[in-house]
């Protein structure tokens, strides 16, 4: 999917969920605040103008380019999703984008700079309080805090709480806290990603063995197949060999038709000559009986 929305921001940065939220559409924005929440997207490149990712969809993973040009937020979606103006999946990145920009933009928003699209002119430069003297005491606090912290660090446990600082010391603890949390975060989505590839060899395995299995069955069902065809040729034979035999027969009992046949006739002729016979042997009678009475 491709969309184009006319944006007066200068920066991605400057979108933030509640301006986000108020563009695209309200079912839209609340799957990709979930996906947002079920860390499925993975920023690949950024900067303020625009953004590559992937994010794992229901169905798969999609790839999102984002970018800012000429007064427009073009973005564009391997999916083929009809949310209007924006799928869930840019939604998603966008929110990322954003979640992923604040440590760096803290800074400026301690200090109240207009957020809306229509305030960005020009870049927003630290105001004057940004050089504001650093307290000793403060500086103090700050490295006391340090101490803890690479143990902290060390142990792989949370970051200590610090609340007592101000100004840009306290901006820095924030950033230092802000660093550790994404580190455990990225810690969780390795273990998490290393748990699915264990999953996925699994499946693969499983799916490898169900191959092999069939694959015998196949090769099973095809000496089957040989068996039945060598008998059906063998069949054949004889089926052959019967039609020869019928044929044979059939030509015996013509035969045996011509000479029940001949036969019949050959009789006839001997009835008619047996009557011939009686016929001469009662004319003989007769001529003979004159002939011994005088
Ligand atoms: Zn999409």
């Given at each position: 999917m491709r969309n184009k929305i006319p944006c007066s921001?200068?920066?991605?940065?400057?979108?933030d969920p509640p301006m986000i939220q108020g563009v695209v559409d309200r079912n839209a924005f609340h799957l990709g605040s979930q996906y947002l929440s079920e860390n499925?997207?993975?920023?690949v490149e950024a900067n303020e103008a625009q953004i590559s990712s992937a994010v794992i969809g229901n169905s798969g993973l999609y790839e999102q380019t984002i970018r800012l040009k000429d007064g427009h937020l073009v973005s564009r979606c391997s999916c083929s999703l009809p949310?209007?103006?924006?799928c869930r999946h840019c939604i998603a990145v966008l929110l990322e984008y954003h979640r992923w920009v604040q440590p760096r933009t803290k800074k400026a928003r301690q200090n109240p700079?207009?957020?809306?699209?229509?305030?960005?002119?020009?870049n927003t430069v630290p105001p004057s309080n940004f050089t504001a003297d650093l307290k000793l005491s403060e500086v103090m606090a700050f490295i006391e805090w340090l101490n803890p912290v690479m143990k902290a660090l060390e142990k792989g446990e949370r970051l200590p709480e610090q609340s007592h600082l101000s100004g840009d010391l306290a901006a820095w603890v924030q950033t230092i806290r802000t660093l550790d949390e994404r580190r455990r975060e990225s810690e969780e989505i390795q273990l998490t990603l290393e748990s699915e590839q264990r999953e996925r060899e699994a499946y693969v395995e499983r799916m490898t063995q169900q191959l092999q299995a069939s694959m015998a069955e196949v090769k099973a069902a095809q000496s089957q197949l040989q068996h039945l065809q060598q008998e059906v040729a063998a069949y054949q034979d004889m089926f052959v060999k019967v039609a020869e035999i019928a044929s044979e027969v059939g030509g015996y009992d013509s035969q045996m038709k011509t000479i029940a046949g001949e036969l019949i006739s050959k009789g006839t002729q001997l009835d008619k000559l047996a009557n011939s016979f009686r016929e001469v042997a009662v004319a003989l009678k007769t001529i003979a009986k004159p002939g011994s009475t005088p």
């Open positions: 921001a200068e920066r991605l940065s400057l979108l499925r997207v993975r920023i949310e209007e103006p924006m700079v207009p957020m809306s699209s229509e305030a960005s002119n020009g």
